[in-house]
T-cell receptor, first 113, second 113 residues
Framework: GESVGLHLPTLSVQEGDNSIINCAYS??????FIWYKQESGKGPQFIID?????DKRQGQRVTVLLNKTVKHLSLQIAATQPGDSAVYFC????????????FGSGTRLQVQP | NAGVTQTPKFQVLKTGQSMTLQCAQD?????MYWYRQDPGMGLRLIYY???????DKGEVPNGYNVSRLNKREFSLRLESAAPSQTSVYFC????????????FGSGTQLSVL
């Protein structure tokens, strides 16, 4: 079946560097994508989302890029801070299907001081 | 702002016992969801409720039942708990009008012995 996955299970970066977390999706009909951050012992928190009519969207220190040609999504975090250490999930949905989001397995971001 | 509230936070059951996980949201959202999260994996949808009075199965509904008690509350019941149901359970809600991000509770950690 269709799935959402991640290339790297763990990403380690130095404080102050930029981080890039990648996500591949296989459902070509997906038209909505979202990134969540999950800290240990907490529920997922919304970071940023993007619809398929866009290829880039920026937030505060975060940017999401969508490449529909290769079905790839990425989350860029500028000037990574220790507080960014968490597991990051991408999720997708498409208008013609179930309302619920389908989640990938997550990437752990470790920020080294 | 409470958002999505889940109870209990922790629970230990013996195989065959039953229990109900409670979830309430105060954002006047139409849709509510139950996900489970196993170690090293993303969130998998158990059941969801698109609106008050309706419920639908997700990816992994076996062994669970749900009740959308009113617009605020969506409960998840395990009738006869099994060790395979050891997991962290998250409730989420979603606003309508095209907004598709989910707001998550802080989770219930369930162990079935």
């Amino acid at each position: 079946g269709e799935s959402v996955g991640l290339h790297l299970p763990t990403l380690s970066v130095q404080e102050g560097d930029n981080s890039i977390i990648n996500c591949a999706y296989s459902n070509s009909a997906s038209d909505y994508f979202i990134w969540y951050k999950q800290e240990s012992g907490k529920g997922p928190q919304f970071i940023i989302d993007i619809r398929s009519n866009m290829d880039k969207r920026q937030g505060q220190r975060v940017t999401v890029l969508l490449n529909k040609t290769v079905k790839h999504l990425s989350l860029q975090i500028a000037a990574t801070q220790p507080g960014d250490s968490a597991v990051y999930f991408c999720a997708e949905n498409y208008s013609g299907g179930r309302r619920a989001l389908t989640f990938g397995s997550g990437t752990r971001l470790q920020v080294q001081p | 702002n409470a958002g999505v509230t889940q109870t209990p936070k922790f629970q230990v059951l013996k195989t065959g016992q039953s229990m109900t996980l409670q979830c309430a949201q105060d954002m006047n959202h139409n849709s509510m969801y139950w996900y489970r999260q196993d170690p090293g994996m993303g969130l998998r949808l158990i059941y969801y409720s698109a609106s008050e009075g309706t419920t639908d199965k997700g990816e992994v509904p076996n062994g669970y039942n749900v009740s959308r008690l009113n617009k605020r509350e969506f409960s998840l019941r395990l009738e006869s708990a099994a060790p395979s149901q050891t997991s962290v359970y998250f409730c989420a809600s979603q606003g309508g009008q095209g907004r598709e991000k989910l707001f998550f509770g802080s989770g219930t950690q369930l162990s079935v012995l």
